[in-house]
């Protein structure tokens, strides 16, 4: 692989960004993430990735290595809604390894070594492995998706995503008939993580899928956003995204996935199971106990004193997803 | 020596006028915000949670003020008392103006159904209720048409206000496990609350100077 190539190729294709500043303050950072094979793609594939990401109209912050996906061709990936500014995705999160507060994430992610990273994918699987995340970049065509994203605290965004269906994964480790459920595990270092530790929530952070929700297609594995690497606030250097679950259920930083019988016991359900539970599916009929689900405020979007927005049922996208759940009462599967 | 210069300017008539512009400070502060887009991704979130804290501290600082003119430190604050009493009812009410306009898009039917379906807007409203009053009695005139004992009587449900104050931020904390905040609010009150209890009935005999 030519990482010199790799990098005037990204230097070079507009002439709008020939002196863009930002290219070149983040060149030792860039040469660092090229160096180090996290975005070591192959020159001859960049061009072509590169002008896909220009087509799905993504407008780049230029802050991380370009990370470029091709629109996505799955039913629902691409929502035709406004996507919320750079600042906004990756400076408002919830990532309470970093601190509680929407704002800590962004002022102390900054100690998160992503470099180098490895999942281990284990339990009821034919091939268990350890993946570099190199490897993983690799597995499989990366595609930009446009999603809705709905925290159970009852706001909403849409942040086009790059990534691929984690059944590309899944499907590479071949998954044994017992397995029923899909565990995703997240970094927990003290060292690197100041508030791990914390007595929020119960270390490392755990969420869960059921195998069939792990399979269907808009279940993203996600490497980037906006068009460059995942942000290490919004969880690099990789992450679960489930559009049509509350934020929480997707899981960041991920180094584990692992394959069970039992349904695995997950973070949030674990510290309130009476106020999230195993699916946390969005839905707009089932309230929180301490406030309703039925409306959310999109951010920066919906001025201050807008009505706040209808939340939709499976977060909008209840025609792809529905039949996961049929028969089931969402009452007591909240 | 600074205790007395800081007595003589309390008793002075800059006193009243300058508190009252440093109380609207939070406020000014919050406008601020909103106008220059200072209160990050999610205003609405930051208004409704910054006037319940300030409610929080309007509280402790009105309730910090009969022990320090009882202990001695700075008497001459009581003639404050009620002017920083009527701002934690003028925060709450801020707070309960963000709440419904912002969060509940001021339909009052969604209002009521919210209030008396969960339990922590239930007992921040019942707050509001007392705190509203207190406030509708602050005036001379109500106190002397209540008589001093009966108004007395009434003005000590500030102390249910606290207690219902901090259950309201406590619940609303209580998923996260995040309670160091409310541990905080929590102390201080308790510290205000259990000095009065402490000054009651360890001496008794001047319990009529330090009933409130």
Known sequence: ?334 | MLRAKLQRFLAGAAAKPLLFCLLLMPLAWLVFGVVFDRLGANPAEALVRATGDWTLRMLCLVLLVTPLRVVGVLPALARLRRMVGLFVFFYVLLHFMAYSWLDMGLDPDDIVKDIVKRPFILVGFAALLLLTALAATSFNAAIRALGAKRWRQLHRAVYAVAALGILHFYWMRAAKHNFAEVALYAAILAVLLGWRAWSRFSRPASRVQTAT
């Open chain 1, 1 to 334: 692989m030519d990482k010199k190539n790799g990098l005037k190729g990204t230097v070079t294709p507009l002439s709008s960004e020939i002196t863009d500043p930002h290219w070149v303050e983040n060149r030792r950072l860039w040469l660092q993430r090229a160096a180090s094979g996290v975005v070591g793609l192959g020159a001859a594939s960049w061009a072509s990735r590169h002008a896909l990401a220009q087509s799905a109209g993504t407008e780049k912050p230029g802050k991380l290595a370009s990370l470029p996906g091709a629109p996505s061709k799955v039913t629902g990936a691409t929502v035709p809604e406004k996507t919320t500014a750079y600042k906004d995705a990756s400076g408002y999160n919830n990532f309470y390894e970093f601190g509680t507060d929407k704002a800590d994430p962004a002022a102390n992610a900054h100690t998160l070594k992503t470099t180098p990273w490895t999942v281990a994918v284990e339990g009821l699987v034919k091939k268990p492995g350890k993946f570099a995340l190199e490897d993983l970049l690799k597995l499989s065509p990366m595609e930009e998706r446009i999603y809705r994203l709905r925290c159970v605290e009852g706001w909403s965004m849409v942040i086009p995503w790059v990534g691929y269906s984690l059944a590309a994964l899944i499907s590479r480790v071949q998954p044994l008939g017992s397995a029923k459920y899909v565990e995703f595990v997240s970094l927990a270092d003290p060292k690197t993580m100041p508030f791990v530790g914390s007595r929020v929530l119960e270390w490392p952070y755990v969420e869960a899928l059921r195998l069939d929700e792990a399979l269907h297609p808009l279940t993203l594995l996600a490497f980037g956003m906006y068009g460059e690497v995942l942000p290490n606030q919004n969880g690099a250097p990789v992450r679960l995204v489930v559009p049509w679950k509350y934020g929480f259920k997707s899981a960041k930083s991920i180094v584990k996935i692992r394959f069970t019988e039992k349904q695995p016991a997950t973070a949030w359900n674990k510290a309130a199971a009476n106020e999230y539970g195993f699916y946390s599916n969005v839905n707009p009929e089932v309230d929180h106990p301490r406030w309703s689900q039925a409306t959310e405020r999109r951010i920066g979007e919906d001025s201050l004193f807008t009505k706040k927005r209808k939340t939709l049922m499976f977060n909008g996208y209840e025609a792809q997803v529905g039949q996961l759940y049929a028969g089931m009462d969402l009452n007591t599967n909240y």
